[in-house]
């Protein structure tokens, strides 16, 4: 698994927590920046992990207002929580990140929502990135 990948993964745990707990997106990346190497699991932080968390928690209602307008016949709020946030990286990707190739951002999405998620979210997630990257020259903000 390279580098970047390992970075999204990570950023996608630190979403998933900061949602589950009730907080503002992004919201524990401080607990993993500055971690207990004392405790289990406490690992530093990849810039790149940073960089998407940060970028989607200061994005979040364009990156949500795209996600609702595209998504059909869901709504954010019944979307899987992985796939959610899911989205948001690989939108915060393709809208943002101008070193990311739309097609990686869309694979490396499709290919989380293949291991982390529900039998159908690989094929929900490829869809609607690829609408979003379809639309892209359109939204430009």
Do not use: C
């Amino acid at each position: 698994m390279g580098a970047r990948t390992k970075a999204r993964k990570r950023a996608l745990d630190i979403l998933f927590e900061s949602e589950l707990r009730g907080l503002a997106l992004g919201a524990t990346l401080p607990d993993h920046i500055q971690p207990d190497h004392s405790q289990p699991g406490g690992r530093p932080v990849n810039p790149y992990t940073v960089t998407l968390v940060e970028g989607v928690a200061a994005h979040q209602d364009r990156i949500d207002e795209l996600l609702a307008a595209y998504s059909v016949g869901w709504t954010l709020d019944r979307m899987p929580v992985v796939d959610r946030n899911l989205l948001r990286l690989a939108v915060f990707e393709i809208m943002y990140a101008t070193d990311v190739p739309d097609s990686v951002a869309v694979s490396e999405a499709v290919l989380l929502a293949g291991e982390l998620s529900t039998d159908e979210s690989a094929a929900f997630v490829n869809g609607l990135l690829a609408h979003v990257v379809e639309l892209k020259p359109t939204l430009q903000t």
